[in-house]
């Protein structure tokens, strides 16, 4: 119903920044939740930040609060992870995700990922 493709991945030093996007096309955006998840080598998928469909509630893990900013753009389809003082342990594929309309879980849709890897 809804594709997702994310972009903006790549290496980077630990205390660096880097922003990913995610662009939605097959739906109507402003209907739909969305989340960044992320999955390092070896572990299993894990939570990363979710945003509203309207008021812009954000959710974070703690693992990245005060650090990752989730954020989106209506009119222009896309949500964006910003992301900040990076650690290694940041490395990770980042994938964007929306649940059905108007709901929060399950996560039905998925992007392809992006890679991110902060050297130390």
Known sequence: QVQLVESGGGLVQAG????????ASGGTF???ALGWFRQAPGKEREF???????????NYADSVKGR???SRDNAKNTVYLQMNSL????TAVYYCAAPRPYTYYPYNYW???TQVTVSS
């Open 16 to 23: 660096g920044s880097l922003r990913l996007s995610c662009a």
């Open 87 to 90: 650690k290694p342990e940041d």
């Open 48 to 58: 990363v930040a979710q945003i509203s469909w309207n008021s812009g509630r954000t």
């Open 111 to 113: 992007g392809q990922g």
């Open 30 to 32: 402003s209907s739909y």
């Open 68 to 70: 990752f900013t989730i």
